[in-house]
């Protein structure tokens, strides 16, 4: 007979009893079912430089995770390179890998019962859908950042894979010879670690710091430097006091997380994709962020740091001035900063800083003192007008003419844009409107860093302005505005503008203007047919199907909530 007095406990661990079989297979034995089993989301691959170094931080992370007590599961998850896929369709898959990552890291964690996640990611969409799927979960976490490439070198000057893209610019319009192109494209990418700029994977990198998901100082590290290794293994044993202490997502990424992010992306010059990324992490995990809020605290807060691409130096160079702390010791000195948002390691970012200097060392010039900052004012500015009712974001630092009014010069996407660019048909003056190119049009918001950096090499950069409902490069600069919201594939404003059309960018009122009448827009919007889908079936038809506005952070999940 059965013995129906049998406690559930006991029952549930007779079901377990499979499962634990399975595990000893994979190296469990006794004792191990009793630790924290943690999954290390690996994200290595040698499709690019930024992942190709991930995998010895992984194995360095799971010797950590045995030492401190827990039993670690490697699984791997994906990467697209953006500066490989940079101008092909391949592009479009960019930011859908963000929603493909988090959903991997969810799926393998949620299904397989984990106590908490140390992800580890190098390029630019790692950082982001790692954290996605942190929030999603909610269980104990850790980001390992693995680390920035160090910098190129020809002819005297520092180079990233931007300079690459910059010198077909310069070789279009016969400033640089075949040899100084080769050269340029020889020396930009001297090994492992992501694009050495304030581009989007260091910012990224530098948010999920200053957010409290990863430790102090790890965002500017070289993959190269036995630091970088040694971070990853101490990010572990942090890992495991969490579990213990179960320190989790939502203590950490709060309102104030969000805004300490913020007011760091402005301060360093990083990435548009800040903007969007930060709103899809929030939309996750139920903070009430808006793409106005970008504004509010761009108006607070100095640009601080001297950083390509409109600056001079690379991320190795602000590292080594004191990296991502020192900047937020400043701004919490100045009030800009919320000392008591809590940390992994749980410390409030107070106590993480309590020891780093109020001003940035006096013997470099990348990380300038609170009196001399390199702007007043954050560089990410939002637009708004009748081209962006909902926003569009431009990044205005190295911009020495902030207003252009022109005549729209319109592409129905990237390539052809390109292809003017490259045979010198846009003039100074012009307003380049690329669209159709959004999340849902596109789909997948490619980036424009190969258009931005041919008007650029030609010459261009402060006469001639260039809107879209695309994404751009963190690598990009000049008077450009992207994320327009609502994009062309819904009927959005930028859908009904005409060749020739007068449009104003103006960066000082933070307005995105186009000179036709309400009248005329509605004739031209009761005309208007939405395009066919341009795919039907795979991951590009669902994400189109999924994706929200940009101005929601393109997120997938926007009609479930």
């Known amino acids: 007979m059965p013995n129906n007095s049998r406690s559930a406990a006991v029952t549930q661990g007779v079901r377990r009893l499979p499962s634990r079989a399975m595990l000893r297979a994979v190296g469990f034995n006794d004792s191990d079912f009793q630790k924290p089993i943690v999954g290390i989301a690996n994200g290595y691959s040698t499709i690019t430089p930024c992942n190709i170094g991930l995998n010895d931080l992984a194995l360095r992370a799971e010797k950590g995770l045995k030492s401190a007590g827990g039993m670690p599961l490697l699984f791997g998850t994906i990467t697209i390179s953006d500066g490989i896929s940079m101008g092909t369709e391949g592009m479009k898959y960019s930011l859908v890998s963000r929603e493909v990552i988090a959903d991997s890291i969810e799926t393998v964690c949620q299904g397989q019962s984990m106590d908490g996640v140390l992800a580890i990611g190098g390029c630019d969409k790692n950082m982001p859908g790692a954290a996605i799927a942190i929030a999603r979960m909610n269980i104990p976490a850790i980001f390992v ?42 020396n930009a990418c001297p090994g492992a670690g992501s694009c050495g700029g304030m581009y989007t994977a260091n910012t990224m990198s530098s948010a999920l710091e200053v957010m409290g998901l990863s430790l102090p100082y790890s965002s500017t590290m070289a993959t190269e430097d036995a630091e970088k290794a040694e ?23 709060t309102r104030k997380a969000f805004e300490n992010a913020i007011s760091v992306i402005m301060a360093i010059g990083g990435s ?18 808006k793409i106005d809020d970008f504004e509010v605290i761009r108006d607070r807060v100095p640009v601080l740091c001297d950083l390509k691409p409109s600056g001079k130096y690379v991320a190795t160079d602000l590292h080594k001035a004191g990296g991502i702390p020192q900047v937020m010791k400043m701004l919490l000195v100045h009030d800009l900063l919320h000392g008591d948002a809590l940390t992994i390691t749980g410390q409030t970012v107070a106590e993480v800083l309590a020891d780093v200097p109020d001003e940035p060392p006096s013997n470099q010039d990348v990380i300038h003192p609170w009196q001399n900052p390199i702007y007043a004012q954050g560089h990410l500015a939002i637009l708004k007008g009748n081209l962006a009712t909902e926003g569009a974001v431009a990044k205005i630092s190295g911009v020495k003419k902030p207003t252009i009014s022109g005549s729209a010069r319109v592409f129905e996407s990237e390539e052809d844009c ?35 950096s041919a008007i650029i090499g030609a010459g261009l950069g402060d006469r001639v302005g260039l809107i879209t409902d695309g994404r751009f490069s963190g690598g990009s600069y000049g008077l450009v505005v992207g994320h327009v919201a609502p994009e062309a594939a819904v009927g959005g404003t930028i859908a009904l503008v005409k060749e020739g059309d007068k449009i104003t960018i103006d960066a000082q009122t933070r307005s995105l203007h186009l000179h036709v009448s309400d009248e005329e827009l509605a004739q031209r919007r009761a005309n208007w047919q939405p395009p066919q889908p341009r795919y039907t079936s795979g991951v590009l ?21």
Request: proline letters at 4%; hydrophobic letters at 45%; zero cysteines.
């Open 145 to 186: 950042y693995g680390g920035t490439i160090k910098p190129g070198h020809y002819n005297g000057q520092d180079l990233t894979v931007v300079s690459a893209f910059e010198a077909v610019g310069q070789y279009s319009a016969g400033k640089i010879a075949d040899e100084e192109l080769l050269e340029i494209e020889r």
């Open 231 to 253: 971070s990853a293994e101490k990010s572990a044993f942090v890992l495991m006091e969490a579990i213990k202490k179960q320190i989790l997502p939502s203590q950490l990424l």
């Open 272 to 289: 548009t994709n800040a903007v969007l990324h930060l709103l899809a992490i929030a939309h996750t995990i139920g903070v009430d962020l």
């Open 418 to 452: 390109l292809d003017a660019i490259l045979a010198g048909k846009i003039q100074a003056g012009d307003v380049i409107v690329v669209r159709y190119e959004g999340p849902k049009g596109g789909p997948g918001m490619r980036e424009m860093l190969a258009p931005t």
């Open 541 to 561: 038809a669902k994400y189109a199907k999924l994706v929200s506005s940009s101005s929601f952070g393109a997120v997938t999940d926007m009609g479930l909530i």
